[in-house]
């Protein structure tokens, strides 16, 4: 099956990482440290940009956050990682990078939120002032509007406006369209203020699924800069990630978003990492990127009152993972591998067949045996302890990287 074809948007260049103009959709995230700790910002940062977050994003809220800009930035460089910094500004950004240009200079992308960087008429004054400094820096900047934050004004106008001229929209109605206004709207003053198109992103993003998804087919009608979507706040755990990836499979599906968040509420002391791999995940099922070999796994049944296979599947998805960073740096074209790890008769070879290398364990009541299909033929059948297969497997698994994946030359030798 083909893939969607993509909404033609300008291509807007955020440090060495293209969004739009027919790119690849790229995964973002956003730190949740203090900004003003330096040292956890970096970690954090440098964290998500290994697990594959080719944008991050950081708080700029204080003077004590703008003036650490330029020293993570510096410790992101120093450990060989170059992913662009995006500074998150609401309220006071107009001062911050005014008062520290080293911050301004050190980030490769603003984000304004015209909901909150000012009312009334030093609204559109503030909002000239992170223009003209993302000119003078030639960054782009991301319009990001948000349902929670939104110009209070313009929805008390078009409020007016519809009992006024009795257009019988609903308050839903009324907050999308204003969304949309203010995304466009502001565009335009962005424009007047000396950007470029190709300098400016546009996000308009809301906490409820069926609500993004009208509102974006909405927004790619209007508009031909790059999209930023997802959801203002998922959630939790299972929830975020199903409430993020039901709209946003859809719309992606549509040809519409350039890059994309997944905003997952982390429990205490949560693995960030999460929203990265999530935000992978929703690319791969759809076919639309690759970042790791996919793995196949039986859900288990009645005939499978063994816990072998699911112990194996656990182990080798946490094996790949592990194995990535290295893989992907010598191997071209491993992330496209496929592993499929079964437990019983009725699936289990045909799934394995199917795979790069699949294993189809025994079910309740069949022969101890384990077939192991490479590339579609009878390999080999393995036997032993579940501790025994799994070093066995990991092994197969290790030796077809080695053998059918070409190793990338060095940098220096291309």
Not at 112 to 135: H, Y
Not at 162 to 168: M, R, V
Not at 324 to 344: D, I
Request: hydrophobic share 35%.
């Amino acid at each position: 099956m083909s893939q969607p074809k993509r909404h033609h948007t300008v291509g807007v260049k955020v440090g060495h990482v293209l969004v739009g103009g027919g790119a690849p959709v790229v995964v973002q995230s956003m730190a949740n440290t203090d900004t003003a700790d330096a040292k956890s910002t970096f970690n954090q940062c440098h964290e998500l940009a290994l697990a594959g977050s080719e944008l991050v994003r950081i708080t700029v809220n204080l003077p004590e956050a703008a003036a650490a800009v330029p020293e993570i930035k510096k410790r992101l460089l120093d450990a060989g990682c170059n992913v662009p910094l995006i500074g998150d500004f609401h309220y006071n950004g107009h001062k911050l990078l005014t008062e520290y240009p080293a911050c301004a200079k050190a980030l490769s992308k603003y984000r304004i939120n015209p909901g909150n960087v000012g009312r009334g008429k030093k609204r559109d004054e503030q909002f000239s002032t992170i223009c003209k400094i993302a000119k003078d820096n030639n960054v782009p900047v991301r319009i990001g509007v948000n349902a929670g934050s939104l110009n209070q004004e313009l929805v008390m106008q078009k409020m007016q406006e519809n009992t006024d001229k009795n257009l019988g929209l609903d308050a839903d109605e009324i907050y999308n369209e204003c969304m949309i206004l203010s995304a466009l709207q502001s565009t335009e003053l962005a424009l007047e203020c000396g950007l470029r198109k190709d300098q400016i992103i546009i996000s308009c993003k809301i906490s409820k699924p069926t609500h993004l998804i009208h509102l974006y087919r909405e927004l790619a009608k209007k508009t031909d800069q790059p999209l930023h979507l997802g959801l203002t706040e998922a959630g939790m755990g299972m929830k975020g990630m199903i409430w993020s990836a039901a709209p946003m499979g859809i719309l992606l599906w549509e040809g519409i978003g350039d890059t994309i968040r997944v905003s997952l509420t982390p429990r205490p002391n949560g693995d960030r990492r999460e929203e990265v791999y999530a935000a992978q995940e929703i690319l791969q099922s759809l076919g639309l990127r690759s970042f790791a070999p996919s793995i196949t796994a039986c859900p288990g049944c009645g005939r499978t009152t063994s816990t072998t296979f699911q112990e194996l599947a656990e182990g080798i998805e946490g094996y790949v993972k592990k194995k990535m960073p290295e893989w992907k740096v010598k191997y071209e074209g491993v992330e496209e591998m496929k592993l499929a790890v079964m437990g019983c008769v009725v699936n289990g070879p045909g799934e394995s067949k199917a795979a790069n290398i699949g294993i189809s364990l025994p079910g309740t009541g069949e022969a101890p045996h384990c077939p192991v299909y490479i590339d579609g033929k009878n390999f080999t059948t393995l036997n032993g302890t579940p501790e025994e297969l799994a070093v066995a497997f990991r092994k197969l698994v290790d030796d077809y990287v080695e053998t059918k994946y070409s190793k990338k030359q060095p940098a220096a030798a291309k």
